[in-house]
């Protein structure tokens, strides 16, 4: 078996970060311009196909041939690219070394992933490479000093043309080098099963209605402009969407000093009834405008391809922490839901680009069309959604993990965890929680503590659910929290054996297990590298690179690691503690259950356009009536996992036209 690793650089008009590799690849004048290449670890050698220069007959070879294992990174850009011209290439043969980074706990990125490893300045990226990327793989704009060209050819900077192939030869010594320093910590088989599936599913896509997308562009333009030409004539402001010019308004209209203008603030004020209609009128428009964002559709509108399907809509270990997929271009996984009804009426309007008719029938405009994102995806003519999602999958598997046998109890039969959680709490039984009795407004604590205290929260987790909101005095946090707790003894073990082991594992070596989780020390002494892992029961691991125990604030052993930062994008040591932990677990088990089930519909013939969280969407030509496609694919989601078969899984879902929050 060989070994030939990768570097392409290419040329099209169409951008890559707002339209996908797929929209950029399929382009007609997309090119590949540079291929970098080693083969078994020898120098670099590069084709300069922009100047003439070919692929030798045994490179082409390679590249289709299972002999040749081809690794890149972030191979499914260099897969696409090369599938363009040599037809669908085979995703086993491939291995993406972005993606065995972000297994072992590393961030994307080729320059950061080699500044976290530690690599030496001659192995990492050369910091013109932007620079260069920007010069020849982009339109540039035409001017009287370029001769009005709108693209950069080599021979128009013979100089800069070196530095950009010596910039891409880098980038296999890099990747090479990333791959060699990763490699104590392999990727199991059956995960890199799972990245040629994605793989696979994110070059699938799926249909969209071009139609809808567009009138809710036309729409919402026409709303947006409406709205800012009546908030100028009422407040004689030049921009009244800008922050600070309305601020100074309403606070001269008001008397009141304004610290911000966000929607709670808004909110509040539209509540004072000393305000006047001018004042009031000024607040909904802000709110309005808040609501007519067309992003989500202007993202369809950039990404969808010349067959009227958008690709690459997911990121499979998008987040390493737990190896869950992320959402990319749309971002699928935090689509607003879809309350409207009846929605075929609002889509047809909204097609039509019906304005008085969809205002009159469903208000808000701006809201309907948010509602709306989701019904965009659709199947195509002939073939029908199948859309199936776990029932409250991290409960149930947090439940597992603890070994919390009521709790297990509740989802092997009648599932109902808020009033069974409600009935422990408070010595209730639980057939008096039902609407129509007094005891039914203690679900409403059983609900919020189910949701907000499984991962060590505590009454600042309670208000952050929307205890608050739900009506719940601040004063009864404190209660909430002591006896959800006590009711669940055996998470809130787990919680402190997982604080514990962790503390021991990090500052003695060894391995430790807590119940079906594997805690361990991993070094490579060879690379200096250091991590602690958590082998799950799908045999997958979870690393934190460099773990070290310092103090809190509370005076206490404080487990930390080095990360990615969420707010700061930066690489940077992370606090994390007991129920963190068990979070982490609990979320990467339920992704295996997910990546498991997705593994078996497509073996089944179901083919999965995409997935959210916990909920897959299949497209498939109906075989027979729905309640029978249906129960199938629930079928298989509530089959038992071959590594927790007595994890109790449920599934429910519907079918239909186009996508939708059911």
Not at 164 to 172: N, P
Request: charged share 25%.
């Amino acid at each position: 078996m060989h070994h030939l690793s990768i570097d392409l650089e290419t040329y099209s008009s169409v951008p890559l970060a707002k339209a996908g590799a797929q929209k950029y690849i399929q382009s007609p004048d997309f090119q590949i311009l540079l291929f970098a290449y080693s083969v078994d670890g020898a120098p670099v050698e590069i084709i300069d196909l922009a100047r003439g220069e070919y692929l030798p007959p045994w490179l082409v070879q390679a590249i289709t041939s299972p002999d040749y294992i081809k690794h890149a990174y972030n191979a499914p850009f260099e897969w696409g690219c090369l599938s363009k011209f040599l037809g669908a290439l085979p995703p086993s043969q491939w291995r993406c070394t972005m993606f065995h980074g972000l297994y072992c706990g590393y961030t994307a990125g080729l320059e950061a992933t080699g500044k976290a490893l530690g690599l030496p300045e001659d192995k990492k990226k050369l910091n013109t490479g932007k620079a260069l990327i920007r010069y020849f793989c982009v339109p540039c704009k035409p001017s009287k000093a370029n001769g009005q060209r709108t693209r950069n050819l080599p021979h128009h900077d013979p100089a800069k043309w070196e530095l950009f192939r010596e910039y891409c030869r880098q980038d296999v010594v890099t990747e090479m080098e990333i791959e060699r320093r990763l490699s104590a910590f392999p990727v199991p088989d059956f995960v890199q099963k799972q990245w040629e599936t994605d793989l696979i599913i994110n070059a699938r896509g799926v249909a969209v209605d071009m139609e809808l997308v567009d009138g809710a562009l036309s729409l919402g333009a026409t709303v947006r402009q409406n709205l800012m030409t009546e908030a100028m004539q009422l407040s004689g402001l030049n921009n009244p969407n800008s922050v600070a010019q309305l601020t100074e308004w309403l606070q001269e209209e008001t008397g009141e000093e304004l610290a911000d203008l966000r929607k709670d603030t808004v909110a509040r004020l539209l509540k004072e009834d000393n305000n006047s209609l001018k004042v009031r009128r000024m607040l909904e428009i802000r709110q309005e405008l808040g609501k007519t964002s067309t992003k989500k559709y202007d993202a369809i509108e950039a990404a969808v391809c010349a067959d009227g399907r958008v690709r690459g809509l997911l990121q499979f270990y998008g987040a390493n922490r737990t190896g869950r997929w992320a959402g990319r271009l749309v971002q699928v996984q935090n689509l607003p839901r879809t309350y409207t009804e009846p929605l075929d009426l609002a889509r047809e309007m909204v097609q039509r680009r019906n304005l008085d008719g969809l205002r009159a029938v469903y208000g808000s405009v701006p809201d309907t069309l948010s509602q709306l994102i989701r019904t965009a995806f659709i199947a195509p003519e002939g073939h029908v959604f199948i859309d199936a999602d776990f029932s409250a999958i991290e409960a149930r598997v947090i439940s597992w993990l603890a070994g919390e046998q009521w709790r297990l109890e509740v989802f092997r039969t009648h599932g109902k965890i808020y009033e069974a959680s409600a009935s422990q709490m408070f010595g209730v039984p639980l057939e008096h929680i039902k609407k129509g009795r007094p005891e039914y407004a203690l679900r409403q604590k059983g609900k919020v503590a189910e949701l907000a205290l499984g991962y060590q929260g505590s009454t600042g987790a309670l208000i952050n659910m929307g205890a608050l909101d739900m009506g719940i005095p601040e004063t009864d946090l404190p209660d909430i929290v002591s006896r959800w707790r006590e009711a669940n003894k055996r998470i809130r073990d787990l919680w402190y054996s997982m604080d514990n082991a962790a503390i021991q594992v990090i500052t003695q070596g060894g391995t430790v297990g807590i119940n079906s989780l594997i805690l361990s020390r991993e070094y490579d002494c060879n690379q200096g590298t250091d991590c602690m892992t958590i082998t799950l029961p799908s045999g997958r691991k979870l690393y934190y690179v460099s773990p070290s125990i310092g103090q809190n604030q509370w005076d206490k052993p404080s487990i930390a690691y080095m990360g990615m930062d969420q707010k700061t994008k930066r690489w940077k040591r992370i606090e994390t503690y007991g129920g963190k932990l068990v979070e982490n677990c609990v979320q990467a088990i339920a992704r295996d259950c997910l990546a498991d089930t997705i593994e078996r519909l497509e073996a089944a013939g179901l083919p999965v356009i995409f997935h959210v969280h916990d909920e897959v969407v299949i497209d498939v030509a109906p075989w027979t009536d729905e309640d029978t496609m249906l129960d199938l694919v629930c079928s298989i989601m509530r089959t038992p996992i071959s590594w927790a078969p007595d994890l109790p899984l449920n599934a429910d879902g519907w079918v239909g036209h186009y996508f939708r929050k059911d």
